[in-house]
């Protein structure tokens, strides 16, 4: 058992592994099940590689055996900053194999984020990419490296550098260790975040792979369906809802791009046939827009999946019209509970709604301030329970016990309601968070950030409505008093603050898209800053100009 891991109460471990719920299959036996189904069917396409499930499963195989050779065993921590490459899906399975846990990092992570997800996981390996969007990823290693004692070992996919090469790990399969069980933990994911730097996440077999499985009923995915990843796949979004392992545990094929952009996508779409792909809000305009400049008929494509985001009920109407294909909505979180518009439901289900439940041993809540269950049809804070719904943060006694209800429901942080057929109305957050696109900027580490400037007194980061992103940042910045007065240093631009956090190390998508400088900040009755009122004074000015 993995130290700091809440396990679900055995009296329920054991109800969902009676109802099936929990098939007890780890993921490096899925992708051994797969190989002897599908051997030489083509799982994944990158470029011009294509590669079968036969061929992912013995590479699988020979990486295992050098990683635990390396001294890579059962519970240790390894980051994995991948982008859409084949090496991604050989190093997680690599490390199922052996039982240890990838903690997944986002391409965008920088140094403030990956130094944090190393020392709290106490990680002993970081495995990374040479280069990527014109990224060095090794400049990044050797920042992390030095704030981070514990990291052992830095693989790199492609050129070293001064590094160990990912491919001089593949070695003739040996006798590997005993591979784990299903109820252990398989991976650590990442949260959204409110109150800072992200939450690790653990994920058991057992609760991911029924995640897997109900996506794909849901979905209606089987051998025959292609499925493009365009967003990162490390995300939870295109990981598993159902994204690129629903998709191996259907048998289908996973064809990757290296960014969302419709020259990309729209090329490998005819090209490979694709039948179903996922997609942010913000991307799935531009596709919109794009299909419509450019005359494009995408005839392989059955599904579009939006999630990560509200989509507008005028976008979500022009999916089909415009692109041809079925859209459904997905409204889910790295914690557990997704849900989905059916691809049989109604119109006005589909465009409206953000889906329900995927599973019928989903439970949800919607309560107020004191956690009474509001009248149907009301708006509430939505809470949720069940077979893929984590019990508890890593190694995070205290939040868990603000997060979860004694009896076990997560607090998601979300406003919803409930329509008369089950289905979810997502009214917005309740949690300090800054939904940019589908990546969660929590305003509480950006904060903490803008105050180490020598200069700003103090700071409150608030999202302010978008047409494109749904959502951007905008901090309000209270500049200290010596730093305005006669022969004091002049106060900060807007830019210089904006250039401070990037030599932070903080992730691109998290510098505040504007910057307000204001002598004092509205209050609450109570003296708490009024976000509210900053987020109201932000959309007046936004609407003006």
């Known amino acids: 058992m993995l130290p700091g891991f809440t396990p679900w109460p055995e009296k329920v471990a054991q109800y969902y592994r009676e109802t099936g719920c929990w098939s007890g299959e780890t993921f490096g036996q899925l992708l051994r099940r797969q190989a002897q189904s599908y051997g030489e069917q083509v799982v994944l396409v990158s470029g011009e590689q294509r590669i079968t499930y036969a061929q992912l499963d013995q590479r699988v195989d020979r990486l295992a055996t050098g990683l635990n050779r390396l001294g890579i065993a059962a519970g240790d921590r390894v980051i994995v900053q991948l982008p859409n490459i084949p090496a991604f899906f050989e190093v997680i399975f690599a490390l199922f194999r052996i039982g240890a846990l990838p903690v997944f990092s986002l391409p965008l992570h920088r140094r403030q ?8 996981s106490e990680a002993k390996a970081y495995i990374i990419p040479d280069i990527e969007a014109g990224y060095d990823y090794r400049t990044l290693a050797a920042e992390v490296k030095a704030e981070a004692p514990g990291l052992r070992h830095i693989i790199v996919a492609g050129e070293p550098g001064e590094y160990m090469a990912l491919e001089d790990l593949y070695e003739d399969l040996v ?11 398989a991976f650590l994911q990442l949260s959204g975040g409110s109150t800072g730097l992200s939450k690790l996440i653990p994920r058991t077999h057992d609760d991911y792979m029924y995640s897997l499985r109900a996506s794909v009923e849901v979905c209606q995915l089987d051998e025959h369906s292609v499925y493009l990843a365009v967003l990162p796949v490390a995300h939870n979004y295109p990981l598993s809802s159902p994204g690129v392992l629903g998709t191996i545990y259907a048998g289908g ?13 729209f090329a490998l779409i005819d090209k490979e046939k694709v039948t179903i792909t996922a997609l942010v809000p913000p991307l799935a305009l531009v596709w919109l827009e794009a299909a419509v400049s450019r005359n494009v008929h995408l005839d392989s494509l059955q599904v579009l999946q939006v999630g ?9 109407r022009r999916v ?24 049989d439901d109604p119109e006005e289900i589909i465009v409206e709604t953000q889906g329900k439940p995927m599973s019928v041993y989903d439970e949800i809540r919607i309560v ?4 009474n269950e509001v009248e149907p049809g009301t708006a509430g804070h939505l809470l949720a329970r069940g077979p893929y719904t984590i019990r508890g943060y890593y190694k995070a006694d205290e939040h868990n016990a603000r997060s979860f209800t004694s009896d076990g429901f997560y607090r ?17 957050r309740a949690k300090d968070q800054i939904n940019r696109g589908g990546d969660k900027v929590a305003a509480e580490e950006v904060e903490n950030h803008l105050l180490a400037h020598p200069a700003v007194f103090d700071a409150a980061l608030v999202s302010m409505p978008d047409m494109y992103l749904g959502e951007r940042s905008c901090a309000f910045i209270i500049v200290r008093s010596d730093r305005t007065e006669n022969g004091a240093a002049a106060a900060p631009s807007a830019m210089e603050l904006k250039t401070f956090l990037r030599e932070r190390g903080l992730a691109a998508y998290k510098i505040p898209d504007r910057i307000e400088f204001v002598d004092h900040f509205p209050q609450t009755g109570v003296g708490k800053v009024s976000k509210k009122a900053l987020r109201e004074r932000i959309a007046q000015q936004s609407a003006v100009r």
Not at 113 to 120: G, K, L
Not at 368 to 371: G, K, N, P
Request: aromatic share 6%; glycine share 10%.
């Open 113 to 120: 984020e990956v130094i944090y997800f190393a020392n709290y």
């Open 175 to 185: 006798e590997l260790p005993q591979e784990p069980v299903a109820s252990d933990v």
């Open 253 to 265: 094929q996973i064809v990757l791009a290296r960014s969302g952009s419709p020259d990309e996508a």
């Open 308 to 316: 990560g985001a509200k989509l507008g009920a005028e976008a979500a």
């Open 320 to 343: 089909k019209p415009v692109l041809g294909c079925q859209l459904q909505q997905v409204f889910g979180m790295a914690e557990g509970l997704v849900n989905y518009t059916r691809l």
């Open 368 to 371: 107020d301030e004191e956690d």
């Open 412 to 428: 998601t942080g979300d406003l919803a309601r409930l329509n008369p057929a089950g289905y979810l109305i997502v009214e917005g």
